[in-house]
């Protein structure tokens, strides 16, 4: 599968962004996704997971209760809906695909990746 994140930009503290991860292949529906972010100088982290029926999302504490995944299985993409956007959330984010039901917060937990697509958020 193929990925391809969109979306990114320049926004102020306390504004919002979507994030859409558009997917290739015919499988889609049956890979786990998740979102992953790089600031400079830092290592990957992980953003949140989303299962492959759309059904069960689970996040990383920093962003629980601001950012939202959901998926369009039909168009095969996966979104990541960022609210109450803060300075440290400035990173390059990217999708994933995990060929797999269990969750997974590493990245090598994930087989495919697609290029990222920056974030910063200004004071």
């Known amino acids: 599968v193929q990925l391809q994140a969109s979306g990114g930009g320049l926004v102020q503290a306390g504004g919002s962004l979507r994030l859409s991860c558009a997917a290739s292949g015919r499988t889609f529906s049956t890979y786990r996704m998740g979102w992953f972010r790089q600031a400079p100088g830092k290592e990957r982290e992980f953003v949140g997971t989303?299962?492959?029926?759309?059904?069960?999302?689970y996040y990383t504490d920093s962003v629980k209760g601001r950012f939202i995944i959901s998926r369009d299985n039909a168009k095969t993409t996966v979104y990541l809906q960022m609210n109450s956007l803060k300075p440290e959330d400035t990173a390059v984010y990217y999708c994933?695909?995990?060929?797999?039901?269990?969750?997974?917060?590493?990245?090598?937990?994930?087989?495919?990746w697609g290029r990222g697509t920056l974030v910063t958020v200004s004071s």
């Open positions: 994933a695909a995990r060929d797999s039901m269990r969750i997974e917060t590493t990245p090598a937990g994930y087989d495919y």
């Open positions: 989303i299962s492959a029926n759309g059904l069960y999302t």
